[in-house]
């Protein structure tokens, strides 16, 4: 389907949220990259699922038990395919984006890293792609290192040469920033990385529920994301595996469901994917998520990413108007959202002026502390779209930031 044919105010009609007032104002929700609200289609399977096939997977020999496995398998093969993945066995269910790379910070990492090995990140990672890493440093004496960004927040891609030396065993970075909007060169990273003899982890917890990911494509050996910013619940996301690595990791938590048998003293484990979930998984989770990506998969992610970028250029271009702006991130191509700072107003003074206003926006340092510092800004204010908010909604954003102006000098 093209954008065009896309009948987008009736795409709006499917988020019941959407109609609520806040502080006596229309909602206007802008902080979708924080999370996004949720389809009627989503609250649907949400609700069928407890009503009529509620039991535990993969244990119980009677109807509901096998209807409610056939679904939790059924959302592993779709979010296979979602990603292009050669096979449902190399995704693993998790609580989210965090919860997958600390997966494999302790699960791999734990396993395969030495003291003086390199694992290299960027100085762009959310908080979930950095502290990982350094907890995971701390306990073997490995040693991370940074690609720089450049003034206008994209990767100083000139220096990962140097960088990708060979111990550098695994290359860790986001697809889309969280606080800049940039969207990096995934594929052409991985290429780098993999001529290097690194393995390669994508974050692609802003990009999941925007663009299209095709693994072959990309050539990643993890990936990781979460589902309540593509429109399913919170509590579930994923961790995508190359199969030949996932092999050759230890399980990170024990538990039921993950042993093939134990004894007193020792056990043996499943096969990926369910030797990393341990435990009584988010069964409702999965299922939610497999009803988001049907309904985004019948939008379509070229015509959500081409709606979403139209919005942030927009918004960047209106912004940039205003006094005393400052628009951080790539001016051509970006991701569904904009960071900003303005002379006059503290980004937590602005936002909570847009709340009163109804219009959620997100002041702070977006998790991502060592970026802030290298910008020498306290914090920002940011803006992020989905394919649900409209062009009018960025002029009343617009009239609301006029009025904090005027407001706070
Ligand atoms: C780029 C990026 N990585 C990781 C995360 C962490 O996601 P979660 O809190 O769902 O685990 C976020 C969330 O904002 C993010 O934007």
Redo the contacts with the bound molecule.
């Keep these: 389907m093209s954008r065009a044919s896309i009948d987008w105010p009736a795409v709006r009609q499917d988020f019941p949220i959407l109609s609520e007032e806040v502080h006596g104002q229309p909602l206007i929700y802008f902080d979708n990259?924080?999370t996004s609200q949720k389809p009627r289609a989503v609250l649907d399977a949400l609700r069928n699922y407890y009503e009529h096939d509620n039991a535990n997977v993969h244990r119980g020999l009677h109807e509901l038990s096998s209807r409610a496995t056939e679904a939790y398998e059924g959302a592993r093969r779709r979010v296979a395919g979602y990603l292009g993945a050669a096979s449902a066995d190399e995704i693993i269910f998790t609580r989210?984006?965090?919860?997958s790379i600390n997966l494999v910070a302790q699960a791999w990492g734990g396993k395969f890293l030495r003291a003086g090995d390199v694992i290299l990140l960027t100085e762009m990672e959310?908080h979930?792609?950095l502290v990982p890493w350094q907890l995971l440093a701390e306990r073997t004496g490995a040693r991370l290192r940074f690609v720089a960004v450049r003034e206008d927040g994209t990767l100083a891609l000139d220096q990962l040469p140097q960088l990708l030396t060979p111990e550098v065993k695994l290359f860790a970075f986001?697809h889309v920033s969280?606080s800049l909007g940039t969207i990096n060169p995934v594929a052409e990273l991985c290429r780098q990385a993999r001529a290097a003899g690194a393995l390669t982890l994508v974050?692609a917890?802003?990009s999941a529920g925007h663009l299209s990911i095709d693994l072959p494509e990309l050539g990643c050996d993890f990936l990781a994301f979460?589902g309540?910013?593509m429109c399913a619940p919170t509590g579930i996301?994923v961790l995508y595996g190359r199969a030949e690595i996932l092999e050759t990791m230890p399980p990170w938590q024990g538990g039921g469901e993950m042993i093939v048998s134990v004894a007193l003293e020792r056990s043996t484990f499943k096969k990926a994917p369910h030797r990393f979930e341990a435990g009584t998984p988010n069964i409702a989770g999965a299922i939610g998520l497999g009803a988001a990506i049907d309904y985004l998969e019948r939008i379509g992610r070229p015509a959500i990413f081409a709606h979403d970028s139209q919005l942030a250029a927009y918004a960047a271009e209106q912004l940039a108007e205003l006094p005393g702006m400052r628009v951080l991130g790539p001016r051509s191509e970006r991701g569904a959202l904009v960071g900003f700072v303005m002379e006059a107003v503290h980004p937590h003074d602005l936002t909570t002026f847009a709340d009163q206003n109804g219009l959620a926006l997100r002041g702070g340092h977006h998790?991502n502390q060592p970026l802030m510092r290298k910008f020498g800004l306290p914090g920002t204010t940011r803006a992020s779209f989905y394919f649900y908010n409209t062009m009018a909604e960025i002029d009343r954003m617009i009239e609301i930031l006029r009025a904090a102006v005027r407001f706070f000098s």
């Excluded at 989210?96 to 919860?99: C, I, N, Q």
């Design positions: 990259a924080a989210g984006t965090t919860e959310h979930s792609n986001t969280n974050d917890a802003q979460s309540h910013k996301g998790c």
